[in-house]
Structures are given as structure tokens and as C-alpha cells.
């Protein structure tokens, strides 16, 4: 504990959808997290074709069987994996249309969700993913440019 805090005592385990090969925000990412060793980057459905993803994700040091094809099978595979394994966080970073259904879907499967700008488009979805991460006792961010880069914190 620190400051009456707990302080996990492992790295989180952290997984990608979107941010693949040419993706600057991936790289952005992808930096920030790894940057104190907190996050531990696992798994991922990196690029939209399933090869490049896995080759990609494989050239990052993740398992070729935890590069998975679309951000729907990884979560499911993910949740079948022991909780002392299974992937606990994830950040979005696809186009910004997908942002809501994928964030959704990641705290339906109840992981916690770091989405790039924007969250989504209206008031209601946006309501609705906070009341769905609560529910669960998950927590969902959005990031904003720069958040993580080096040079601004």
C-alpha cells in the first residue's frame, strides 16, 4: 500500500485493439504504457487483416496464439483464460467510429477500457459506457493527444 492506496503487485496485463503497423497513436500508446513497466502488453487484434495483425503483434513480443484476428475473438478467448492470465485492460485504438461498439464490448466482456478521442459521438452512449463500467466496478478513460508523451509529462 502506498498512501492508503493498493499497489498491484504485477504489471497490469494489457492488450490492443487497433494500433497495428504505421498506427502513430498505437505507437503512442504503446509508449506511455510501457514506459514505468505498469502495463505488461499480452495480447491484441492489431490491424484489421488478421495476418499483418498477428505478424505485427508477434514483432512486439506478444504470443502468436494472443494475436488475435478481430477484437471479438480476442475478448472471448481472453475470458476464458484463468484470471491469473486472462488480460485486464484494453485500449481502443481504431477509427473513431468503432470506438463505442468496441468499448462497449470491452466492458461487457469486463476488462477495463482506455479509448482514444473520442469516446463516442453522443451524450447517451457516453452515459451508457459509464454506467455500464460501474456496474461492473471497471473503468473506462478516454485519452486526449499527448496525454502520455514524454514531452508533456
Not at 51 to 79: H, N, S, W
Not at 86 to 109: D, F, M, S
Amino acid at each position: 500500500m502506498i498512501n492508503g492506496e493498493k499497489v498491484l503487485d504485477h504489471p497490469i496485463r494489457w492488450a490492443m485493439v487497433g494500433g497495428g503497423r504505421g498506427s502513430q497513436i498505437g505507437y503512442i500508446h504503446r509508449s506511455a504504457a510501457l514506459r514505468d513497466r505498469s502495463f505488461e502488453l499480452v495480447a491484441g487484434a492489431f490491424d484489421i487483416d488478421p495476418e499483418r495483425g498477428k505478424d505485427f503483434g508477434i514483432q512486439l513480443g506478444v504470443a502468436p496464439e494472443r494475436c488475435y484476428p478481430d477484437y471479438k475473438t480476442m475478448l472471448m478467448e481472453e475470458a476464458k483464460r484463468s484470471p491469473e492470465d486472462r488480460i485486464e485492460a484494453v485500449t481502443i485504438a481504431v477509427p473513431n467510429g468503432l470506438h463505442y461498439a468496441v468499448c462497449k464490448a470491452v466492458l461487457e466482456a469486463g476488462f477495463h477500457a482506455v479509448c482514444e478521442k473520442p469516446l463516442c459521438f453522443t451524450t447517451e452512449q457516453a452515459e451508457e459506457l459509464v454506467h455500464l463500467a460501474d456496474s461492473k466496478g471497471l473503468v473506462v478513460g478516454v485519452t486526449y493527444g499527448y496525454s502520455g508523451h514524454q514531452l508533456i509529462e
